[in-house]
């Protein structure tokens, strides 16, 4: 776990923590704050990873806390492989997130859930503001020597 102080507008400093398999997202969470993203409105960023038995979902969440001022966002770290006879599919192993879905899928996914703190809900205004911020992290991508990957 890594802890973080994002200063807000009015120069509070406010605690983030997040696991430490989930720091490099620590740059982009500065790039959406430079779009105007209230990121100190997070608490905590964290990796799960869905036990055998369990049908995997969404790639992330957000989530208020009980305390009603901060936010959680958790990030699948590991996929589940399955296997076995066609009838009798089970999870055989589990797959880091780096290797089972592409970069840009994961930074979508980042952006995607960062936007709920601007637009709650999944509207179209939602999707222009997640469009705009992974433009953003694309670009910054760049910047940092990103090099796509190989089929
Ligand atoms: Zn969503």
Do not use: C
Request: without cysteine; proline residues 3%; hydrophobic residues 40%.
């Amino acid at each position: 776990m890594i802890e973080y102080l994002i200063k807000d507008p009015q120069g509070n400093r406010n605690r983030l923590e997040i696991d430490d398999d989930m720091s490099w997202m620590i740059p982009y969470l500065m790039v959406a704050k430079r779009k105007g993203v209230p990121i100190w409105r997070i608490g905590q960023i964290k990796g799960y990873v869905i036990p055998e038995g369990k049908a995997e979902g969404q790639q992330a969440q957000i989530f208020i806390n009980e305390n009603g001022k901060k936010y959680t966002i958790t990030m699948l770290k590991q996929k589940q492989v399955m296997g076995g006879d066609g009838r009798r599919q089970k999870v055989v192993a589990y797959q880091d997130i780096e290797d089972a879905y592409a970069f840009e899928d994961t930074l979508l996914t980042l952006a995607h859930e960062l936007m709920h703190l601007v637009e709650w809900n999944h509207t179209a205004d939602h999707l222009i503001l997640t469009a705009k911020l992974f433009l953003a992290f694309a670009r910054f991508a760049k910047k940092q020597g990103y090099e796509g990957y190989a089929d």
